[in-house]
Protein backbone atom coordinates (compact mmCIF):
# COMPACT_ATOMS: atom_id res chain seq x y z
CA UNK A 1 0.00 0.00 0.00
CA UNK A 2 2.71 2.31 0.99
CA UNK A 3 3.86 2.24 -3.33
CA UNK A 4 -0.18 2.99 -4.10
CA UNK A 5 0.56 5.72 -1.48
CA UNK A 6 3.72 7.01 -3.25
CA UNK A 7 2.51 7.08 -6.69
CA UNK A 8 -0.40 9.40 -5.73
CA UNK A 9 2.11 11.44 -4.09
CA UNK A 10 3.75 12.06 -7.35
CA UNK A 11 -0.01 12.45 -9.34
CA UNK A 12 -0.88 15.23 -6.51
CA UNK A 13 2.72 16.88 -7.40
CA UNK A 14 2.12 16.79 -11.04
CA UNK A 15 -0.81 18.06 -10.46
CA UNK A 16 0.05 21.27 -8.90
CA UNK A 17 2.84 21.03 -11.10
CA UNK A 18 0.46 21.55 -14.27
CA UNK A 19 -1.56 24.08 -12.54
CA UNK A 20 1.41 26.69 -11.90
CA UNK A 21 2.89 25.75 -14.77
CA UNK A 22 -0.14 26.50 -16.50
CA UNK A 23 -0.53 30.00 -14.97
CA UNK A 24 2.99 31.22 -15.72
CA UNK A 25 2.91 30.08 -19.25
CA UNK A 26 -0.26 31.96 -19.84
CA UNK A 27 0.94 34.70 -18.08
CA UNK A 28 1.47 37.06 -21.42
CA UNK A 29 -2.00 35.72 -22.86
CA UNK A 30 -5.24 36.97 -22.50
CA UNK A 31 -6.25 32.72 -21.96
CA UNK A 32 -5.64 29.85 -19.55
CA UNK A 33 -4.62 26.55 -20.94
CA UNK A 34 -7.03 24.27 -20.49
CA UNK A 35 -4.50 21.50 -18.85
CA UNK A 36 -4.86 23.97 -15.52
CA UNK A 37 -8.59 22.76 -14.54
CA UNK A 38 -7.09 18.97 -15.07
CA UNK A 39 -4.15 19.38 -13.12
CA UNK A 40 -6.14 21.27 -10.43
CA UNK A 41 -8.74 17.99 -10.56
CA UNK A 42 -6.29 15.37 -10.72
CA UNK A 43 -4.48 17.07 -8.07
CA UNK A 44 -7.58 17.35 -5.92
CA UNK A 45 -8.32 13.59 -6.36
CA UNK A 46 -5.01 12.07 -5.25
CA UNK A 47 -5.07 14.22 -2.46
CA UNK A 48 -7.95 12.97 -1.07
CA UNK A 49 -7.50 9.32 -1.81
CA UNK A 50 -3.78 10.02 -0.33
CA UNK A 51 -5.95 11.63 2.45
CA UNK A 52 -8.32 8.36 2.70
CA UNK A 53 -5.40 6.01 2.64
CA UNK A 54 -3.60 8.25 5.92
CA UNK A 55 -6.78 7.95 7.50
CA UNK A 56 -7.51 4.19 6.67
CA UNK A 57 -4.15 3.60 7.85
CA UNK A 58 -2.75 1.24 5.19
CA UNK A 59 -0.06 3.85 4.26
CA UNK A 60 1.40 7.36 4.73
CA UNK A 61 2.57 9.77 7.45
CA UNK A 62 1.74 8.88 11.03
CA UNK A 63 0.67 11.96 13.60
CA UNK A 64 -0.90 14.11 10.49
CA UNK A 65 -2.45 17.64 10.50
CA UNK A 66 -5.97 17.54 9.93
CA UNK A 67 -6.36 21.72 10.22
CA UNK A 68 -3.72 21.79 7.46
CA UNK A 69 -4.76 19.04 5.37
CA UNK A 70 -8.57 20.99 5.68
CA UNK A 71 -7.07 24.23 4.32
CA UNK A 72 -5.24 22.53 1.84
CA UNK A 73 -8.75 21.12 0.64
CA UNK A 74 -10.76 23.95 0.81
CA UNK A 75 -8.27 26.14 -0.92
CA UNK A 76 -8.38 22.87 -3.72
CA UNK A 77 -11.29 23.27 -4.37
CA UNK A 78 -11.44 26.92 -4.78
CA UNK A 79 -8.71 26.47 -7.69
CA UNK A 80 -10.71 23.92 -9.15
CA UNK A 81 -13.83 25.57 -9.44
CA UNK A 82 -12.18 28.59 -10.14
CA UNK A 83 -10.53 26.45 -13.08
CA UNK A 84 -13.21 25.20 -14.16
CA UNK A 85 -14.99 28.51 -15.07
CA UNK A 86 -12.47 29.90 -16.58
CA UNK A 87 -12.02 26.52 -18.53
CA UNK A 88 -15.73 27.41 -19.56
CA UNK A 89 -14.72 30.98 -20.23
CA UNK A 90 -12.19 30.84 -22.56
CA UNK A 91 -14.37 28.07 -24.55
CA UNK A 92 -16.17 30.25 -25.76
CA UNK A 93 -13.60 31.85 -28.29
CA UNK A 94 -11.17 30.24 -30.89
CA UNK A 95 -10.10 26.60 -29.38
CA UNK A 96 -11.05 27.02 -25.78
CA UNK A 97 -7.93 29.52 -25.70
CA UNK A 98 -10.13 32.55 -25.27
CA UNK A 99 -9.91 35.37 -23.16
CA UNK A 100 -10.39 34.65 -19.20
CA UNK A 101 -11.26 37.25 -17.10
CA UNK A 102 -7.98 38.51 -15.22
CA UNK A 103 -9.10 38.20 -11.90
CA UNK A 104 -9.97 34.51 -12.03
CA UNK A 105 -6.81 33.95 -13.56
CA UNK A 106 -4.45 35.62 -11.46
CA UNK A 107 -6.57 33.76 -8.18
CA UNK A 108 -5.89 30.49 -9.47
CA UNK A 109 -2.26 31.07 -9.62
CA UNK A 110 -1.73 32.90 -6.71
CA UNK A 111 -4.14 30.06 -4.42
CA UNK A 112 -2.12 27.42 -6.33
CA UNK A 113 1.36 29.21 -4.79
CA UNK A 114 -0.62 29.92 -1.33
CA UNK A 115 -1.91 25.96 -1.69
CA UNK A 116 1.93 24.81 -1.88
CA UNK A 117 3.19 26.91 0.68
CA UNK A 118 0.88 25.69 2.97
CA UNK A 119 1.95 22.12 1.92
CA UNK A 120 5.48 23.16 2.60
CA UNK A 121 5.82 25.36 5.68
CA UNK A 122 3.05 24.26 7.79
Given at each position: MEFLYNVF???H????AIVLGGYLASLRTPGLYRGVFHGAAT???A???MMGLIESGTAGPEGIDRTKLTV???VALVI???AFVA???GRKADNGTGAVTPGIKHAIGGLAL???VVAVFW
Open positions: VLLFVGWALVGIVKLVAVLRRQVNI
